[in-house]
């Protein structure tokens, strides 16, 4: 034992004697060392005077424990709030995937009928233009014979170079009526070139919004519904501004465009479609929604963490301190007991002497 405690004091070490580790009858949450400097100074800075002579410091071991439990329960309320929160983000963004996967269903069979227009209408244009080139080689036969009554036999195409002929430029035909389709004045052509046409930027718009499907799946099979709703929401920070599933931009300058999330425990993942920057955004545990750190890790890579209460589980937000609220209760219990047995036994005691003093 260091000399500098007393001989009957009660106190102990640590391995670095610059320190002091108060005794606090071995409670591990009351654990607590202090410098040197502050053993023997006439203040009581351990919870049970141990830094200090016997005698001199009164035990607030008791005291310390039940304002520490209603610190404890005090954030246990806190950690419900956030809690609430999350469970409400939970909520809000599975109604959002479940909306957007019937939406998409939807989509998806909108989508098979149009992709089976189109195919009829193709098929109609292909009829007609053969129909139309047809009728193109048989006027043009017909305008030929006609000229040639008046000229010597000799004078007509002879008809096996005609077939050649129209089987070199039949091809043609079909090239230049592709580029330039109001090459061919037929109305009815026309109707169906117009009607595919529409029926093709439908099915572009369409398979563009199919492509959310990848969010909302990820979102249904993982179950990160909260995370999922943060799609809704924009956050700021310093000069930038993140919003979730959508855009990412510095001084309203795009850098990117997030088309969705994997879904992972508290990770959203995001690649910007923008010219350069590709980021990671992470979601850790916190009371509101906010940024807490930009990392650049190069001028084409982006670390993001945001605090969410999408990112706390009830793991986080509760084993800990309900363990330790647990663990100060069953202490406090105990040492109320034997505050208790301590005073019964002196009662007893002192009614034995006054008995021996009659």
Known sequence: MNS????????????????????????????????????????????????????????????VLELKLKSLKEKRKTNETISAKRDKWTNNGKEEALKGIKL?????????????????????????????????????????????????????????????????????????????????????????????????????????????????????????????????????????????????????QLIGTYKGHLGYSNIYIGYSQGHEVRSKLTVLCGKENKVSIINFINLSSINIFIESPCGCSDTILFKEIDDQIKSIETIIKQRTKNSLDLNDENHKNSQKKDTEAI
């Open 104 to 252: 998409l269903n939807s989509i998806s069979e909108e989508l098979n009928k149009f992709k089976n227009t189109e195919k009829y209408l193709e098929k109609m244009r292909q009829e007609r233009l053969s129909y139309l080139l047809n009728q193109t080689e048989s006027n043009e036969e017909k305008k030929k014979i006609k000229k040639a009554q008046n000229y010597f036999v000799h004078d007509v195409i002879p008809f096996g170079i005609q077939e050649r002929i129209k089987n070199i430029l039949r091809p043609i035909f079909h090239f230049i009526n592709d580029l330039n389709p109001e090459a061919i004045n037929d109305q009815n052509y026309c109707s169906i070139r117009y009607k595919l046409g529409k029926i093709r930027s439908f099915i572009e718009e369409k398979e563009q919004q199919t492509f959310q499907r990848f969010a909302y799946n990820s979102a249904i099979i993982s179950g990160d519904y909260c995370i999922f709703a943060l799609n809704n929401i924009c956050l700021k920070y310093q000069d930038y501004e993140l919003c979730l599933g959508k855009n990412f931009t510095k001084n309203n």
């Open 4 to 63: 500098i405690c007393d001989k009957n004091q009660k106190c102990t070490f640590i391995e670095n004697h610059s320190y002091f580790q108060c005794e606090n009858e071995n409670i591990t949450i009351l654990q607590k060392i202090i410098p040197f400097d502050k053993v023997h100074n006439g203040l009581c800075d351990c919870e049970d005077g141990s830094d200090e002579n016997e005698g001199l410091c009164t035990s607030k071991i008791q005291e």
